[in-house]
């Protein structure tokens, strides 16, 4: 008997504690009171702008203050207490240190804000050049440069060493008349570009991405490989001839000349293998003298 009773007092307590859980309310966790370790930080150098959406945490405050706000096309975005706050033209760094500190002003104590970019805006820019499909591409605020180049199906062949970056264009239409009238406004490698070393260029809505043909050098004369090769700044006598496969066993590494367009003439100038080309040159490689 001792134990059946023992066996139905266990029952009872069971569905008590059981009834007991179904019948409390839910609590949603709240806020973090403390930045969690790692937490990721957001782009240093991209600035925001209309569009962009924006995660926002006020660490140990539940929403409206902690939630996710969209730029409006004014550049601000609405936030409790503060009205309207000013984000288009800041990294999320920035606008963490004034979110903290207009919080900080009669608001909340020691108030500790992250945010980050949850959606970037769509952004065009213009892919010209070298490139097998050049045109419009619309890409995220945070895409690369080799982002861009890769939606204009990469470079061709003729394509030179270099990728330029003009700044200055709008919705209608890119700066073209920029291109080849002035200096880039940003110049990169093409294999820095190809090997990812560039991924902190950034570009902008609006920019031209030119691609230039190669330019040509000539290396003729007694060289193993003789023909055109692409030109690169600084390149010096040697290296032209490192890529014609060097100096035949019937050549000299002395009786070197450049020909070379001047004021519309083209002129032969003697040469030394340290001396530094330009775009068209010509190299000739003379026989050694018996």
């Given at each position: 008997?001792?134990?059946?009773?023992?066996?139905c007092?266990?029952?009872?307590?069971?569905?008590?504690?059981?009834?007991?859980?179904?019948a409390?309310?839910?609590?949603s966790?709240p806020?973090?009171?403390?930045?969690?370790p790692?937490?990721?930080?957001?782009?240093?150098?991209?600035?925001?702008?209309?569009?962009?959406?924006?995660n926002?945490?006020?660490?140990?405050?539940?929403?409206?203050?902690?939630?996710?706000?969209?730029?409006?096309?004014?550049?601000?975005?609405?936030?409790?207490?503060?009205?309207?706050?000013?984000?288009?033209?800041?990294?999320?760094?920035?606008?963490?240190?004034?979110?903290?500190?207009?919080?900080?002003?009669?608001?909340?104590?020691?108030?500790?804000?992250?945010v980050?970019?949850?959606?970037?805006?769509?952004?065009?820019?213009?892919?010209?050049?070298?490139?097998?499909?050049?045109?419009?591409?619309?890409?995220?605020?945070?895409?690369?440069?080799?982002?861009?180049?890769?939606?204009?199906?990469?470079?061709?062949?003729?394509?030179?060493?270099?990728?330029?970056?003009?700044?200055?264009?709008?919705a209608?239409?890119?700066?073209?008349?920029?291109?080849?009238?002035?200096?880039?406004?940003?110049?990169?490698?093409?294999?820095?570009?190809?090997?990812?070393?560039?991924?902190?260029?950034?570009?902008?809505?609006?920019?031209?991405?030119?691609?230039?043909?190669?330019?040509?050098?000539?290396v003729?004369?007694?060289?193993?490989?003789?023909?055109?090769?692409?030109?690169?700044d600084?390149?010096?006598?040697?290296?032209?001839i490192?890529?014609?496969?060097?100096?035949?066993a019937?050549?000299s590494?002395?009786?070197?000349?450049?020909?070379?367009?001047?004021?519309g003439r083209?002129?032969?100038?003697?040469?030394?293998?340290?001396?530094?080309?330009?775009?068209?040159?010509?190299?000739?490689?003379?026989?050694?003298?018996?």
């Open positions: 008997m001792a134990p059946l009773l023992f066996a007092l266990l029952v009872l307590n069971a569905a008590s504690a059981f009834a007991q859980a179904v409390a309310p839910s609590v966790p806020a973090p009171a403390t930045p969690p790692g937490q990721p930080q957001a782009s240093s150098d991209y600035l925001v702008g209309p569009q962009d959406l924006l926002i945490i006020v660490y140990g405050e539940p929403a409206p203050l902690t939630g996710r706000f969209r730029i409006d096309n004014d550049g601000t975005f609405p936030y409790q207490y503060l009205d309207r706050v000013k984000a288009e033209g800041l990294t999320a760094a920035q606008i963490e240190e004034a979110l903290e500190k207009a919080l900080g002003d009669g608001y909340l104590r020691n108030p500790q804000v992250s980050e970019v949850a959606e970037y805006r769509s952004q065009n820019v213009y892919v010209q050049g070298m490139v097998r499909s050049p045109g419009k591409y619309p890409l995220p605020g945070n895409a690369s440069l080799m982002d861009a180049i890769f939606l204009a199906g990469s470079t061709l062949p003729e394509a030179g060493n270099w990728v330029e970056i003009y700044h200055g264009g709008t209608a239409g890119p700066a073209t008349s920029s291109v080849g009238t002035r200096a880039a406004d940003v110049r990169v490698r093409l294999t820095d570009v190809q090997s990812g070393k560039a991924q902190t260029v950034r570009i902008k809505d609006g920019d031209t991405i030119f691609v230039p043909k190669a330019e040509r050098i000539y003729t004369g007694e060289v193993r490989a003789p023909g055109a090769y692409a030109y690169d600084d390149m010096t006598i040697f290296t032209a490192s890529l014609a496969g060097g100096v035949t019937k050549g590494n002395t009786r070197i000349t450049i020909t070379r367009l001047v004021n083209r002129r032969e100038i003697d040469a030394r293998q340290e001396d530094t080309l330009k775009p068209g040159d010509q190299v000739t490689v003379k026989p050694r003298r018996l």
